[in-house]
């Protein structure tokens, strides 16, 4: 098997890890702006399934990284919802808010987010006729609590308040809310493996906002919810968890949610991860993104280090968090070369 990401997501223990980035298609690559540019705005390139696909390839051209992520957004799906959503430039996304019974009776459900959906399944059936062979590509969306988060205040919070709120004042509500957001979510990634992804990833930036049992339920339960239907469906998928910022919590979180990789932000230290997470399987991460911004000595040792820390045992070599539109691209080559040892 050559697809290095596939052997690492297996438990295998590589010589050099598969690499890839987080938000690697995206404004650092001038490639990027133009095609972006071509399709309008970030939404309609979503939806462009032609363009989607372009960018998603960009990266894996001009760096010939181990695997290819879906160029999509986890805030499509709230929108496939019926939410209104919109990008403020230099500010990030805005939705229309659901706080009441009301705005979430006006929400849809099941089959019918395929409506809006589908041309992000074409991007995928692209993407596996065009992709190298040897290069897998990863479906996506966001988990249930962080993308509840964005469509309760209706944009990004710092430390999640308006869900937190909710979820105090009504828990029925949110319950349902998460609820809604976890059967879609399968019926969303579902479609995305049968168009083609091989490995999927849920994306829960906000987990770390959890705490306690809060984390348990609505962090860990709807992520192994998720991934047992999802495997039920589709035996032997690869499934990668990333419970951003959950710190001691990383700690169980293979087993207690069954994926095969758990992916780590840049808030716990490498050796830790080794010591702690790596033993319960495959791990991903967790260089500080803005080394790619600084470059320099820092970036190389800092390569190293975590190349070090986790070579022994299963990793995918990533960022711990997505790359940023001010980091140089050369300095990405540079880190690709120090993890393959050139
Ligand atoms: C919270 C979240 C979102 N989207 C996502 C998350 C979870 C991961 C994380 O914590 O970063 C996930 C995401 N967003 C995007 C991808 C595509 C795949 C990839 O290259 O990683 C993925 C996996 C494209 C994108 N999603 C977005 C961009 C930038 C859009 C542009 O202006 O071109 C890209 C490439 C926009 C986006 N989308 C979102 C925000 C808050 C923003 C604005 C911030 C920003 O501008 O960087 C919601």
Known sequence: ????????????????????????????????????????????????????????????????????????????????????????????????????????????????????????YETVRILRRELPEDVPLIGFAGAPWTVATYMIAGQGTKNQGPAHALKAENRALFEALIERLTETTIDYLSKQVEAGAEVVKIFDSWAGSLKGE???????????????????????????????????????????TGVDCVAVDDSVSPEWVAENVQPHGCVQGNLKNTHLVTGGQALVDETRRVVEALGKGPHIFNLGHGITPDADPENVQIMIDTVRGR
Request: proline content about 7%; overall charge negative.
């Open 214 to 256: 809060d984390f348990d339920r609505f962090a860990l339960e709807p992520c192994r919810r998720i991934t047992q239907e999802l495997k039920s469906r589709f035996p032997g998928l690869p499934v990668i968890g990333f419970p951003r910022q959950a710190g001691e919590k990383y700690v169980g979180f293979h087993a207690a």
């Open 1 to 120: 098997m050559t697809k290095t990401l596939l052997r690492a997501l297996a438990g295998e223990t590589l010589d050099v890890p598969p690499i890839w980035m987080m938000r690697q298609a995206g404004r650092y690559l001038p490639e990027y702006r133009a095609t972006r540019a071509e399709a309008g705005d970030f939404l309609s390139l979503c939806y462009n399934p032609e363009l989607a696909a372009e960018v998603t390839l960009q990266p894996i051209r001009r760096y010939g990284f181990d695997a290819a992520i879906l160029f999509a957004d986890i805030l499509l799906l709230p929108q496939a919802l019926g939410a209104d959503l919109w990008f403020v430039t230099g500010e990030g996304p805005r939705l229309s808010t659901v706080t009441t019974e009301a705005d979430f009776a006006r929400l849809g459900s099941g089959a019918m987010i395929h409506d809006t959906l589908h041309p992000i």
